[in-house]
């Protein structure tokens, strides 16, 4: 009965490589955020999506395109990784505009290390 | 756009120790203000919120925060920490506009000696 859910939990790579992480959500939200924290838990946004559609970029740079499927669901792309993209990678999801319940339920992080 | 401060970066207390965590936030219009909690190895959850109403609320595990608006602040508080609240603490505020995203401050991280 997982709220949000992330796959892979941990994510081992080579510089270079294209890989994805997963994000469902099954609390009926219209939002879904990724969000990225460095190795000094510094925690920033990086995407938005409402109803599939993205609301929110955050100068991200163009190797990383999340994809939404179904509002149940946003998934990160990452082209060509390079060291710096090692992190914690956060999905959330929110029921945006509704007044008090824009609370944003996270998922478990996936650990993202670049070699 | 908005903006969050947290004051402390690492703050170290004994069992039974009272605590408070600052927060001030920059932001013109109403906010949406909450802490979030993230425990070694956990994923972030919700500690408590504030939206409306009396600016003192209650969280879980005995916390509790006070919103006072005119110093735009959210400070977090616990009268009496234990071991198991060795965390990191991240204070977000959310413009209660449309499509609004959290703001997170840089965390503060509390270690509590037993």
């Known amino acids: 009965d997982t709220a949000v859910s992330q796959t892979p939990k941990y994510l081992v790579t080579q510089m270079g490589n294209d890989k994805s992480i997963k994000c469902e959500q099954n609390l009926g939200h219209d939002t879904m955020y990724w969000y990225k924290q460095d190795s000094k838990k510094f925690l920033k946004i990086m995407f938005s999506y409402n109803n599939k559609e993205l609301i929110i970029n955050e100068t991200v740079p163009n190797r990383f395109s999340p994809k939404s499927p179904d509002k149940a669901h946003l998934n990160l792309h990452i082209n060509s990784l390079e060291l710096g993209d090692s992190a914690v990678y956060f999905c959330a999801s929110s029921q945006v505009g509704r007044p008090g319940i824009d609370e944003q339920f996270f998922g478990p992080g996936t650990r993202l290390t670049v070699l | 756009a908005q903006s969050v401060s947290q004051h402390n970066h690492h703050v170290i207390l004994s069992e039974a120790a009272s605590l408070e965590l600052g927060c001030n936030y920059s932001y013109g219009g109403t906010v949406n203000l909450f802490w979030y909690v993230q425990y070694p190895g956990q994923h972030l959850q919700l500690l408590l919120k504030y939206f409306s109403g009396d600016p003192l609320v209650k969280g879980i595990k005995g916390f509790e925060a006070e919103f006072i608006k005119s110093k735009f602040s959210f400070n977090l508080r616990k009268p009496s920490v234990q071991w198991s609240d060795t965390a990191e603490y991240f204070c977000?505020?959310?413009?209660?506009?449309?499509?609004?995203?959290?703001?997170f401050g840089k965390g503060t991280m509390l270690l509590v000696s037993p």
């Open positions: 977000a505020p959310l413009p209660n506009s449309g499509y609004s995203t959290l703001t």
